[in-house]
């Protein structure tokens, strides 16, 4: 089970940190993403982590301004989003599976959580 926060209103420019929590002891197995789906356009790849968290990986769109990481003793993966525009405005889900090989399209994922919404005002 998955469960997103850090969510908010920010102004363009700003930041947020994203927080995804997991349940289950296998935690350090599981692929990690985010993916995000504004008002009337089909969800969107935003990033990807690795199990160790040695590989991460970014949509064009966010390369260099947003960080995914994860804590494999507390369970958590997160997304640091800075220099926001209002085109990042969208909910943000966190996404997992555990299955090997690349993972960069919401088919590849399994489990997801119940997403946060996050606004940038312009």
Not at 4 to 15: D, N, T
Not at 27 to 41: D, E, I, L, N, T
Not at 58 to 68: E, L, P
Not at 78 to 98: F, G
Request: net charge positive; with cysteine; aromatic share 12%.
């Amino acid at each position: 089970q998955l469960q997103a926060s850090g969510g908010g209103l920010v102004q363009a420019g700003g930041s947020l940190r994203l927080s995804c929590a997991a349940s289950g002891r296998t935690f350090s197995s599981y692929f990690m993403g985010w993916f995000r789906q504004a008002p009337g356009k089909e969800c969107e790849f935003v990033a990807a982590i690795s199990w160790s968290g040695s590989s991460t990986f970014y949509a064009d769109s966010v390369k260099g301004r947003f960080t995914i990481s994860r804590d494999n003793a507390n369970n958590r993966v997160y997304l640091q989003m800075n220099s926001l525009k209002p085109e990042d405005t969208a909910v943000y889900y966190c996404a997992a599976d555990p299955r090997a090989g690349l993972h960069l399209n919401p088919a590849d994922f399994g489990s997801w959580g119940q997403g946060t919404l996050v606004t940038v005002s312009s």
